[in-house]
Every structure is written in structure tokens, then in C-alpha cells.
């Protein structure tokens, strides 16, 4: 019966006349008063200086769950600093670049402000972010003005106008060398011909001029251009050339034979009752590694989960970066050419298991390979073109 003893209770409170005018008046001043029996059990005193939820400082700090956005490739032992700078450096320099690219195609290669701020994927700056601030990061290569119309715009300084036209100059000179890298592209393929939309996505990292695509008709002893069906345009190789058709390694195995026979290592699966000294492993193992697969032969009738078939994608993938003007490549340029070099979903597990000649860097959702050899010590590219000069 507690009910009974509450209201008996609350009863009580309000019998006095003075209690019922504080009551009254309180009740004038605040139309949704709380029921006056509850104010029995709630203290007269300020609790606000209590405690009431553990201070950050003291929680436990949840760990952040790894993805393969996040993740490194290599561990920490193992990581080469040199290479891992060069990633981060393209991602900081990706305004630069895919700015550089959009504005060399625009009259006067200038661009409105207002416009330039809806054309973050064009112009490579995070969405959400003003261009103003990329553009100032690069004072010696851009520049902001005030046009008659009132509308701030920016564009080339001429110091970058000055390198563009070396960059240009250097590209006529460097024609024939390009067309080679195209043609060896294409001898490479499994039907020795390539889609041009490809060839011009990844035209930056073989030094490809921009209007490569109407040059091409100037060498029709090499080149052919198919219009397909569905109105994609098809690069196809006309004439096979034998001396074009041997690889970098190839080339080394003249010159250095041991080294060309440590790069690679394809090891016999066998138990461990052999006991063999790591010197005999090695001899072992070189009657899986040798003889390679020339990249020029015809990986698709190659049986796809065969031995053979791993050392031709490992070798065409050797061969594909160093014909790359710094000899390395992100994955979204390998993937580019999935199709045409029969490579797998499993080049990323191929490619770390061959560290002696390949470096990955980056995350595991976006990796850059490196060919080791054609770095020193420090990271510093050995023979570098002129373009990358």
C-alpha cells in the first residue's frame, strides 16, 4: 500500500497555507510543473559537480580495424623508405599533374575560378576543398588574376610555359623512341593489338605524347587502326619485328648471367626429409627457375595455373616496367592491360613472392611495383630520360 501512504503523505505537505501559495504561485510561473511528489525524492543539493561518465583520457582506445585502404603492403621491417616517399609524393603531387594535363587543353590554357572549383576529378584536388588552395602550393607553376569580365581565373605562369614547351620539344625528338615502346606494347599482347582509349590512359607513363592518336597514321608500316563494332578504335600491329621481340632481361643475361638467374625464384615443392644446405636448395631451385618464358610469346594458350604460365606473366610484367619511362607502375595501369597480357586476379600474391626484383609500396587497394634493379641505394632512378630529366 505504498501508494496510499504517499498520497497521505503528499496530502500532508499541501494541508499548510503557506506550502499551498508557494505551491500555487509556482505552478502560475511554470504551467508543466513536475508532479509535486516527486520533488520528495530528489535532493535540494547540485550533483553537477559528480562524475557522470569516464573521461576520455581513461578509456580504452578501440583499435582501428584494418582494410585493405589502410593497410600497408610491406611490414614494417621490411618497408624501404625511398620507395614509399615516392608514392606519397604522387598523391601530393596529383593536383600538379592532372591540373597540368586539363589546363594544356583549354585556349590559353586558362581556366574560370568558379569553373575550375566543379572539376575536382578533372583537376585531381580532394572534393569539398577549395582549388584556390591547391593552386597556392604551386606559386612558380600557377597563377590567379582578375579578367576584364570580373571573374578571378588561373593559369600557366611563364616559367611553366617555358617547361612545357622543353617538355614539347623533347617529345619531337623522342618520336621514334616512342613508337618502338608502342610496338613492343603491342608484340607483348595476346593479339598483338590494343584498345588506343587504353594506350591514352596510361600514355604518361611511357612519355606518350597527347595527340599520339593522330600521329599513328604517319607509320602505317607499323600500325593499324580497327574501328569495331561497337565503335571502339583498335591499335593493331602490322609487322612483327624479331629484333625488337627480346626482353631487358634477355639483354642482362648476356651481360651479368648470375644476376638474371637470382632474379626470379620459382622453388621446388619438396619435403623437408631432403636436409639440403641452403647452396644445393638454390641449384635445386634454378631447374624451376630457368629457362624463362620470353614476354613476346603467347601467354594465352599457356595453361593458366601452370608454372610456365606464372614465369611468362612474371617476366611480361618485368618487361612492361622497364620499358616505363621511371620503371614502375601503379595498379591501376596494370589492371589497364588485364585482358591483353593474360595476367590474373593473383598478380599482387605473384609479385610479392618475387621481392629480389620487385618492390611494392602503398596500401593493398593502391599499390605501386618498382623494379629494384633500376633504382640505387638512396632510391635515385639510374638511367633516367630525358622526359623524366
Known amino acids: ?22 505551491y500555487t504561485l509556482t505552478h502560475l510561473l511554470n504551467p508543466n510543473p513536475k508532479p509535486y511528489y516527486l520533488s520528495l525524492f530528489t535532493s535540494h543539493f547540485s550533483t553537477s559537480f559528480l562524475i ?12 582501428k580495424i584494418e582494410s585493405p585502404r589502410t593497410k600497408l603492403v610491406q611490414h614494417e621491417s621490411s618497408r624501404l ?4 616517399h615516392i608514392v606519397e609524393r604522387d598523391a601530393f603531387f596529383k593536383f600538379l ?8 587543353k583549354q ?3 586558362v581556366l574560370r575560378l568558379d569553373d575550375a572549383g566543379k572539376l575536382y576529378r578533372e583537376l585531381g584536388f580532394p572534393r569539398g576543398r577549395k582549388v584556390l588552395r591547391s593552386i597556392q602550393r604551386h606559386p612558380l607553376l600557377f597563377e590567379t588574376y582578375r579578367h576584364d569580365d570580373g571573374k578571378m581565373w588561373f593559369g600557366f605562369t611563364d616559367f611553366m610555359e617555358t617547361l612545357l614547351q622543353e617538355e614539347k620539344s623533347i617529345l619531337e625528338s623522342m618520336e621514334i623512341d616512342r613508337v618502338t615502346t608502342v610496338r613492343k606494347l603491342l608484340m607483348m599482347s595476346a593479339k598483338k593489338r590494343i584498345p588506343l582509349s587504353k594506350i591514352y590512359h596510361c600514355r604518361s607513363l611511357f612519355g606518350i605524347p597527347e595527340d599520339f592518336r593522330d ?12 574501328v569495331e563494332d561497337d565503335g571502339k578504335r583498335v591499335l593493331e600491329l602490322v609487322n612483327w619485328d624479331p629484333l625488337l621481340a627480346v626482353s631487358a632481361l634477355e639483354r642482362e643475361f648476356m651481360l651479368d648471367e648470375d644476376r638474371v638467374k637470382k632474379a626470379f625464384k ?3 615443392k619438396h ?26 610469346s603467347d601467354g594465352s594458350e599457356l595453361d593458366l595455373w601452370t608454372l610456365e604460365a606464372e614465369k611468362y606473366r612474371v617476366g611480361l610484367l618485368h618487361e612492361f616496367l622497364s620499358l616505363t619511362l621511371e620503371k614502375r607502375a601503379s595498379i591501376h595501369h596494370i589492371v589497364e592491360f588485364k585482358e591483353e597480357f593474360s595476367l590474373t586476379k593473383h598478380t599482387y600474391q605473384m609479385l610479392l613472392k618475387q621481392p629480389r626484383t620487385f618492390y611494392l609500396a602503398g596500401t593493398e587497394m593502391n599499390w605501386a611495383v618498382f623494379l629494384r634493379d633500376a633504382y640505387d641505394d638512396g632510391g635515385v632512378l639510374i638511367n633516367k630520360d630525358p622526359q623524366v630529366l
Open 1 to 22: 500500500m505504498a501508494w496510499r501512504l504517499l498520497s497521505n503523505t503528499a496530502k500532508s505537505k499541501l494541508s499548510s497555507p503557506q506550502t499551498l501559495i508557494v
Open 52 to 63: 557522470t561518465k569516464t573521461p576520455k583520457k581513461f578509456k580504452k582506445k578501440r583499435k
Open 81 to 84: 623508405p625511398h620507395f614509399e
Open 97 to 104: 599533374t592532372k591540373s597540368k594535363d586539363f589546363l594544356s
Open 107 to 109: 585556349p590559353e590554357h
Open 215 to 226: 600521329r599513328i597514321v604517319n607509320y602505317p608500316n607499323y600500325f593499324k587502326i580497327v
Open 266 to 268: 620459382f622453388p621446388i
Open 271 to 296: 619435403g623437408k626429409s631432403l636436409d639440403l644446405d641452403e647452396d644445393d636448395a638454390r641449384k635445386l631451385n634454378l631447374l624451376n627457375t630457368l629457362p624463362l618464358v620470353s614476354p613476346y
